[in-house]
Structure formats: C-alpha cells, structure tokens
C-alpha cells in the first residue's frame, strides 16, 4: 500500500506527481450574504482556486479531454453562483471545494473567497478553506 504525499502547499510537483491547476481573480456578481439587502442585490466577489491534480500519464493526444481543464471549473463556480443566494461565504467555499473533488484526479482543493466592497478600509475580506480527498 502507497502512503499518499502530504499536500503542504499547491504547487506542481515531479516527485509527487501533482499538476497545479488554478483559477486566479475570478470576478463574479453574487448574491451572497445574511444582511437583507445581501439578499437581493447582487455584488461583486473574487474567487481563487488552487487544485492539486493527480499527473497520471499526462494529456494524452494533447486532448483536453484528459486534463482538468480550468474552463470547467470557472463554468462549475458560475452555475453555483447561478442557483441562488448562499448566506456565507465559507458555504462558497465548500460548494466550490466539493464540485472541484468530483473529478478524481483532483487530490486537493484550495478555494479563496473574497468580498472586496464590504469594509471600506479594508481592500478585501473573505474565507479561505482547503479540502483533501
């Protein structure tokens, strides 16, 4: 039985056989937050995603049938900001976390959610989780 490497940080690695896949400043319209008006007018979020995927063989035929293809995740993030208001950010969180671990090649999922209008003297605030498969 193989010991999995420990996941410390996302970054590629030869000798643990991880591709860094990643989504960086993602600006989205979401209608997230507890505070009444949260509810109905939507505002701007910033999502970040870093994925630890599972190299294998590598794209096989230059097919981006056999990577983890960043396009999906962005379309992933979108669908779920589309299906209605969340009340936290750190339910964000685990939506994104969660699509992302449902392709198996993903060993580990880091999602950043930022809210960067919602302290004025704060450039942005938000919740950051990391999930192992």
């Known amino acids: ?13 030869g000798a643990a056989g991880l591709r860094h896949v990643f989504v960086r ?7 997230i937050g507890i505070y009444d ?18 190299e ?12 983890v293809s960043y396009e999906i995740v962005v379309k992933k993030v979108e669908a779920i900001i589309a299906a209605g208001h969340i009340n936290l950010v750190e339910t964000l969180c685990e939506k994104i976390a ?13 999602v950043r959610v930022e809210k960067p209008d919602i302290i004025p003297n704060a450039r942005s605030v938000g919740v950051e989780i990391e999930r192992l498969r």
């Open 1 to 13: 039985m193989s010991k999995k490497p420990m996941i410390s940080h996302h970054v590629a690695s």
């Open 56 to 67: 294998g063989a590598g794209p096989k035929d230059d097919d981006i049938g056999h990577v």
């Open 25 to 31: 400043d993602l600006e989205l319209q979401a209608l």
């Open 37 to 54: 008006h949260e509810k109905v007018q939507p505002q701007r979020i910033i999502v970040n995603i870093d994925l630890s995927v599972n």
């Open 98 to 110: 969660a699509s992302c671990l449902t392709d198996r090649r993903v060993a580990a999922a880091r």
